[in-house]
């Protein structure tokens, strides 16, 4: 099992940017693909951006696509997610997430662990 907290999260005028980063413990870190997820209110989770286990391969969801930067770095057990240009309709709760596989992926069935969710919030 992986313990995942996420941080950084907060409120930001449209167009600022925002950085989310998320501290894993548990399982060897580069043996895990991880994902970023967000859930807005009254609407289902989603997926944003994923990474593998070794930083090589990245997904994004169409939405954040040219705004949204997803990395790691497995000497400190981090994921980040670097947030640009951002826009009112980008506020949510924003999860990490571990998978048991070096693979990045884009479903949420895929993913074993889970943070406790970051609040981001984007003004108009």
């Known amino acids: 099992q992986v313990q995942l907290v996420e941080s950084g999260g907060g409120l930001v005028q449209a167009g600022g940017s925002l950085r989310l980063s998320c501290a894993a413990s548990?399982?060897?870190?580069?043996?895990?693909?991880m994902g970023w997820f967000r859930q807005a209110p009254g609407k289902e989770r989603e997926f944003v951006a994923a990474i593998s286990g070794s930083g090589s391969t990245t997904y994004y969801a169409d939405s954040v696509k040219g705004r949204f930067t997803i990395s790691r770095d497995n000497a400190k057990n981090m994921v980040y997610l670097q947030m640009s240009n951002l826009k009112p309709e980008d506020t949510a709760v924003y999860y990490c997430?571990?998978?048991?596989?070096?693979?990045?992926?884009?479903?949420?069935?895929?993913?074993?662990?889970w943070g406790q969710g970051t609040q981001v919030t984007v003004s108009s």
């Open positions: 997430a571990a998978r048991r596989t070096v693979l990045a992926g884009t479903r949420q069935d895929r993913y074993d662990d």
């Open positions: 548990g399982r060897t870190f580069s043996m895990s693909g």
